[in-house]
């Protein structure tokens, strides 16, 4: 699965090629971010997306957490948003709320307009810079590398901000289907594209982020949003792809189909039941309640010890929440997870 040259395997990366790995692979969504005081000191004065954009600045926050939590992989630090900012979008991330929009798509002439933004590989270059400063200082630990799907990024765009159930976005698949394709069509090749950048930076695998793809009857998302996602993942070869949304039970195959290697599980649904739902054969990633990491250490022990035992009903696992790391976690908790998972026998 790797590209070209010896590419040393990493319990990471043999568990996402479907091989279960001699140790317990462990990373965390959202694991770089305000559960780290030294996420919040290398930050201040800096907006998000600001510092998504100052390489040295993204390439430091996203090995602070390895650094600190010896986890198996790390994640780029950047945004969904990130590869529309660099199109010349104008998106803010507001603290407390998340990406809004100046100009949210609701008519054809937003469409157009925001079709109009071209994103350039010149564009992406801080995105490259950023990876390849970050890869060159991670030794063999791999970087992962991810974007947005259509539907996920879509939302916030119809919208002009985050919503609870993607209703406008929802209304529109179904109000206007040729404005609807042009939209996922234009957020597709720009997530690709992003995808791409961080790729030739060295990431050594992807995942594809479509949290709120939930909120779809498995046909909607058939028709109208797996053609979408598909491209995006298309976009990078030789690296595997992971896909995750919540509350996502009733499209695991589907997200598998649109071209996924792992498919990740949130914390809704046991993951041998995942495992099942996905005919057996498919690598999976999750589940741990970001509820229990507030628990004492016996009540999360055993939640980590069912998570791992119902992952042994998949070819492999890796260990991670069912969606990112709330803010307030203790990140002593995440550091005694991974000692945890790196004991197991
Ligand atoms: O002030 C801050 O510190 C900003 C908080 C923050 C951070 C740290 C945001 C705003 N984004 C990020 C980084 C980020 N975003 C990462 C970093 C890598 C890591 O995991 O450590 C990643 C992977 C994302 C991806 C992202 N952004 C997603 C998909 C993952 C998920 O959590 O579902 C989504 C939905 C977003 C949008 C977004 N960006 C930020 C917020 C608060 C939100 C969600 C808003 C909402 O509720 O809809």
């Given at each position: 699965?790797?590209?070209?040259?010896?590419?040393?395997?990493?319990?990471?990366?043999?568990?996402?090629?479907?091989?279960?790995?001699?140790?317990?692979?462990?990373?965390?969504?959202?694991?770089?971010?305000?559960?780290?005081?030294?996420?919040?000191?290398?930050?201040?004065?800096?907006?998000?997306?600001?510092?998504?954009?100052?390489?040295?600045?993204?390439?430091?926050?996203?090995?602070?957490?390895?650094?600190?939590?010896?986890?198996?992989?790390?994640?780029?630090?950047?945004?969904?948003?990130?590869?529309?900012?660099?199109?010349?979008?104008?998106?803010?991330?507001?603290?407390?709320?998340?990406?809004?929009?100046?100009?949210p798509v609701r008519d054809a002439a937003d469409l157009a307009?925001l079709v109009?933004?071209?994103?350039?590989?010149?564009?992406?270059?801080?995105?490259?810079?950023?990876?390849?400063?970050?890869?060159?200082?991670?030794?063999?630990?791999?970087?992962?590398?991810?974007?947005?799907?259509p539907f996920?990024?879509a939302s916030?765009v119809v919208e002009g901000?985050?919503s609870?159930d993607q209703l406008r976005a929802r209304t529109m698949l179904h109000a206007d289907p040729d404005a609807w394709r042009a939209l996922t069509g234009y957020l597709?090749?720009?997530?690709?594209?992003?995808?791409?950048?961080?790729?030739?930076?060295?990431?050594?695998?992807?995942?594809?982020?479509?949290?709120w793809?939930?909120s779809l009857p498995?046909a909607d998302y058939?028709a109208a949003v797996?053609?979408a996602?598909?491209?995006?993942?298309?976009?990078?070869?030789?690296?595997?792809?992971?896909?995750?949304?919540?509350?996502?039970?009733?499209?695991?195959?589907?997200?598998?189909?649109?071209?996924?290697?792992?498919?990740?599980?949130?914390?809704?649904?046991?993951?041998?039941?995942?495992?099942?739902?996905?005919?057996?054969?498919?690598?999976?990633?999750?589940?741990?309640?970001?509820?229990?990491?507030?628990?004492?250490?016996?009540?999360?022990?055993?939640?980590?010890?069912?998570?791992?035992?119902?992952?042994?009903?998949?070819?492999?696992?890796?260990?991670?929440?069912?969606?990112?790391?709330?803010?307030?976690?203790?990140?002593?908790?995440?550091?005694?997870?991974?000692?945890?998972?790196?004991?197991?026998?």
């Amino acid at each position: 699965m790797a590209g070209s040259g010896p590419v040393p395997s990493t319990p990471l990366l043999d568990a996402y090629a479907g091989v279960r790995p001699a140790t317990q692979p462990v990373w965390f969504m959202r694991q770089a971010g305000r559960s780290l005081p030294e996420y919040r000191a290398s930050r201040a004065g800096t907006a998000m997306l600001d510092a998504c954009l100052t390489p040295d600045l993204a390439a430091e926050i996203t090995l602070q957490p390895v650094r600190r939590h010896g986890v198996d992989a790390a994640i780029f630090f950047s945004d969904i948003v990130v590869p529309l900012r660099l199109a010349g979008v104008d998106v803010e991330i507001v603290p407390g709320r998340g990406p809004v929009f100046a100009r949210p798509v609701r008519d054809a002439a937003d469409l157009a307009d925001l079709v109009a933004h071209e994103l350039t590989d010149d564009a992406l270059a801080p995105i490259e810079a950023a990876v390849a400063a970050t890869v060159a200082q991670l030794g063999d630990v791999p970087l992962i590398g991810f974007a947005g799907a259509p539907f996920t990024l879509a939302s916030y765009v119809v919208e002009g901000g985050p919503s609870k159930d993607q209703l406008r976005a929802r209304t529109m698949l179904h109000a206007d289907p040729d404005a609807w394709r042009a939209l996922t069509g234009y957020l597709a090749r720009i997530s690709g594209a992003f995808l791409a950048a961080q790729v030739r930076g060295g990431a050594r695998a992807v995942q594809l982020f479509d949290s709120w793809a939930g909120s779809l009857p498995e046909a909607d998302y058939r028709a109208a949003v797996l053609p979408a996602s598909s491209a995006v993942l298309a976009a990078v070869q030789g690296v595997p792809k992971v896909h995750f949304g919540v509350g996502t039970a009733l499209l695991l195959p589907a997200m598998r189909d649109a071209g996924a290697d792992v498919v990740g599980v949130d914390h809704r649904l046991p993951l041998d039941e995942a495992s099942a739902l996905l005919g057996g054969g498919v690598p999976v990633q999750g589940n741990i309640d970001p509820a229990l990491l507030a628990a004492p250490w016996p009540v999360l022990r055993a939640h980590l010890e069912a998570v791992v035992d119902a992952g042994r009903a998949a070819p492999a696992h890796v260990l991670n929440l069912g969606h990112g790391v709330p803010p307030e976690t203790d990140p002593g908790v995440l550091t005694r997870i991974v000692e945890w998972a790196h004991d197991l026998p």
